[in-house]
């Protein structure tokens, strides 16, 4: 009886991590139309990146990918919204030297926005 009941303990503790998983390894596709700096280190050339939510952060932090290599993550900060975003759209800042910084992303579906900078934004 008490294995009985260790195992489903022990089941449902499992189902709850991967649940939990699933839900900090949500990803989706961005596409970035100009050469765009994400971070200080990090510049992307125009074209579409998978982006997910980094699961061992001890802070958030945005991965870029294109395929299944990462390509870099950045320090973000997560902002609620009130709703559902409708579509998908990156917030760049006005060009300097032909590279414009990512200061900002909604994702089709999620309710936050994921702030790169601290400048303010404009499409």
């Known amino acids: 009886m008490r294995i009985n009941i260790l195992k ?13 998983g699933l839900a900090v ?17 990090l510049t992307l050339k125009p074209g579409n990146y998978k982006v997910a939510l980094m699961p061992n952060a001890q802070k958030p932090e945005l991965g870029f ?3 299944r290599k990462l390509v870099g ?27 414009r910084s990512v200061q ?4 089709n579906g999620w309710k936050r926005a994921f702030v790169l900078g601290n400048t303010p934004q404009s499409r």
Do not use: C, D, W
């Open 25 to 41: 390894a949500k990803s989706s596709n961005v596409n970035l139309m100009y050469r765009s700096k994400v971070s200080n280190g």
């Open 8 to 20: 489903s303990a022990a089941t449902v503790a499992a189902v709850m991590l991967l649940a939990a």
């Open 65 to 67: 990918y294109e395929g």
């Open 104 to 107: 900002k992303i909604e994702m």
């Open 73 to 99: 993550q950045v320090p973000i900060k997560l902002v609620p919204a009130s709703r559902k975003f409708a579509q998908t759209e990156v917030f760049y800042s006005a060009p300097h030297n032909n590279v």
